[in-house]
């Protein structure tokens, strides 16, 4: 019996390769292949002895593969993609457009009950981590406020969500807290905030020679779910500016609870967890590969159909054993 993970990859830009690196860190996994719309040619895999192969291959090796990790985009892969694989596979993905995740979470959990396997959707940092620390602080603090502050930094989603955009060739999209909303949370006030009272986006992009500048504009910030809300700047540079300003992915962010407890709720409680990153892509991924291994250990359970992280008890996620965790960690 194998007893490591077998995952395979589908996508090898920033997230596929930081799933990659990620799966190096835990020995209890193996990285099976690469798969891709690409010529598997033109993929040089890092992992010695891995190969790329054709995403259309990915059905052939079914009995290899014990974990699908989706490293596609959410504008337009996911949404396709996670269902078409849950009927096959045991898959996990990154789904991040928020006000969405109900109807994908519906879709994906359809297939994989119709094909009797495991799908957790959703799995990053937010939503993920973040929502997980949203959960726990509401249930703890009944009476009070949530806030989620991102940035500064490079949402991948949004930046892949411009790069689809007809003649723009390249984008960096940051979210950039508003400071004056963050700093009121944090004094204990808790204000009601709009969307566009608490970010602000900056899209650098790298476009077509010739091509209609005020047009790709007007589609950024009228584009729903991403930027129609928030106040959005966009600054057109060449291809050698991108590359010498905007090479990183560093991102971050804040999740807030203020809240009252108390019988008169006299005492002000505040609850903050935070990341600093210095590479997104790679800190999603790592999360993509704790939750790849949950996912595993579940679908070996018999458990079919959808999860999402709100679903998963932490000890299916470690590595070490339960009596480890309570001798190590609580």
């Known amino acids: 019996m194998n007893t490591m993970i077998r995952i395979g990859i589908v996508g090898y830009g920033n997230l596929g390769r930081g799933v990659e690196a990620a799966i190096a860190q835990n020995p209890d996994m193996e990285l099976v292949g690469v798969f891709t719309r690409r010529d598997p040619a033109t993929v040089d895999v890092k992992s010695e002895g891995v190969s790329a192969y054709r995403l259309d291959d990915l059905i052939s090796m079914k009995g290899d593969v014990d974990v699908v990790i989706l490293c596609g985009g959410s504008a337009t892969d996911l949404p396709e993609m996670t269902p078409k694989l849950a009927r096959d596979f045991t898959v996990i993905d990154s789904f991040d457009t928020h006000a969405k995740i109900p109807e994908h979470f519906a879709a994906v959990d359809a297939a994989a009950r119709e094909g009797g396997n495991l799908a957790i959707i959703s799995v990053g940092w937010d939503p993920g981590m973040f929502s997980l620390n949203r959960a726990l602080a509401r249930a703890i603090l009944p009476v009070g406020e949530d806030y989620t502050f991102w940035g500064k930094g490079v949402s991948q989603g949004h930046s892949d969500a411009l790069r689809r955009i007809d003649g723009v060739i390249d984008a960096r999209q940051y979210t950039i807290p508003v400071d004056a909303a963050l700093s009121a949370v944090r004094a204990g006030e808790t204000p009601k905030l709009s969307?566009?009272?608490?970010?602000?986006?900056?899209?650098?992009?790298?476009?077509?020679?010739?091509?209609?500048?005020?047009?790709?504009?007007?589609?950024?910030?009228?584009?729903?779910?991403?930027?129609?809300?928030?106040?959005?700047?966009?600054?057109?540079?060449?291809?050698?500016?991108?590359?010498?300003?905007?090479?990183?992915?560093?991102?971050?962010?804040?999740?807030?609870?203020?809240?009252?407890?108390?019988?008169?709720?006299?005492?002000?409680?505040?609850?903050?967890?935070?990341?600093?990153?210095?590479?997104?892509?790679?800190?999603?991924?790592?999360?993509?590969?704790?939750?790849?291994?949950?996912?595993?250990?579940?679908?070996?359970?018999?458990?079919?159909?959808?999860?999402?992280?709100?679903?998963?008890?932490?000890?299916?996620?470690?590595?070490?054993?339960?009596?480890?965790?309570?001798?190590?960690?609580?």
Do not use: W
Request: glycine share 6%; hydrophobic share 35%.
């Open 195 to 330: 969307t566009r009272e608490k970010h602000t986006r900056l899209c650098y992009l790298v476009v077509e020679e010739g091509a209609d500048k005020a047009r790709i504009e007007q589609e950024i910030v009228t584009m729903p779910h991403y930027f129609d809300e928030y106040d959005t700047t966009v600054e057109f540079i060449s291809a050698e500016e991108m590359a010498r300003d905007h090479a990183g992915l560093p991102h971050g962010g804040i999740v807030l609870r203020s809240g009252k407890t108390g019988l008169s709720e006299e005492n002000n409680q505040i609850i903050e967890y935070s990341l600093k990153l210095d590479s997104n892509p790679e800190f999603t991924s790592s999360v993509l590969v704790a939750y790849a291994r949950a996912a595993h250990r579940l679908a070996e359970q018999g458990e079919q159909g959808c999860r999402t992280v709100f679903d998963i008890a932490p000890a299916q996620l470690m590595i070490i054993t339960p009596e480890e965790m309570r001798a190590t960690l609580l």
